[in-house]
């Protein structure tokens, strides 16, 4: 029973192109995360929705929109990539507001590799 | 700016033995939460444990405590009889009232048989 599931796991692409990475969560949360793991393995906020809405939108370029279709699914689009968006993105969920401590579970994450 | 901050970049410890992981941060808030996550090989985060600033006690989970000492802002997390599944990059944790879970740079401990 997966928890809070991506896709794809793994994703190899050319500098410029467009991809998403989806991720979904069945464990009823309503609110969910994007981050990005480095070369160096430092972890960092991307984006928080809670119930659909965008409440915490770090300092990203453009090229990345997110998208929550429902509170279950939060989408990660990038246009025109580069070869710095190389990373792993991690999706992640919790209950209730964040700010409140509740636990974020996360996904198995995605590598992304621009060429 | 609140950061997180782990100044050892990697250890490691004898299978059985007792580990201690450091981690200062720097806020100016009074409540918050502090956490410890796992990232094994497999690339999974794995909730370690956690604690309340409110709470004086020091959190404990099985094999796993932290030290947490709120004057000095301080986190560090023991593990006691290391085991071979243990092998993990730590990641120390502060989540700030804006609702952001902010990093450390991660300590890899190596678990040695």
């Known amino acids: 029973d997966t928890a809070v599931s991506q896709t794809p796991k793994y994703l190899v692409t050319q500098m410029g192109n467009d991809k998403s990475i989806k991720c979904e969560q069945n464990l009823g949360h309503d609110t969910m995360y994007w981050y990005k793991q480095d070369s160096k393995k430092f972890l960092k906020i991307m984006f928080s929705?809670?119930?659909?809405?965008?409440?915490i939108n770090e300092t990203v370029p453009n090229r990345f929109s997110p998208k929550s279709p429902d509170k279950a699914h939060l989408n990660l689009h990038i246009n025109s990539l580069e070869l710095g968006d190389s990373a792993v993105y991690f999706c992640?969920?919790?209950?209730?507001?964040?700010?409140?401590?509740?636990?974020?579970?996360f996904g198995p994450g995605t590598r992304l590799t621009v060429l | 700016a609140q950061t997180v901050t782990q100044s050892q970049p990697e250890m490691s410890v004898q299978e059985a033995e007792t580990v201690t992981l450091s981690c200062t941060y720097d806020?100016?808030?009074?409540?918050?939460?502090l956490f410890w996550y796992k990232q094994p090989p497999s690339r999974q985060m794995i909730l370690v444990i956690r604690q309340e600033a409110y709470k004086q006690q020091n959190a404990t989970e099985n094999r796993f405590s932290v030290n947490f000492q709120k004057a000095a802002k301080s986190f560090s997390l023991k593990i006691s009889d290391s085991q071979l599944g243990d092998t993990a990059m730590y990641f120390c944790a502060f989540y700030n009232q804006g609702g952001k879970l902010i990093f450390g740079q991660g300590t890899e401990l190596s678990v040695k048989p």
């Open positions: 929705y809670n119930n659909k809405e965008l409440i």
């Open positions: 806020t100016s808030e009074n409540n918050y939460y």
């Open positions: 992640a969920s919790s209950r209730g507001l964040a700010g409140r401590g509740n636990e974020q579970f």
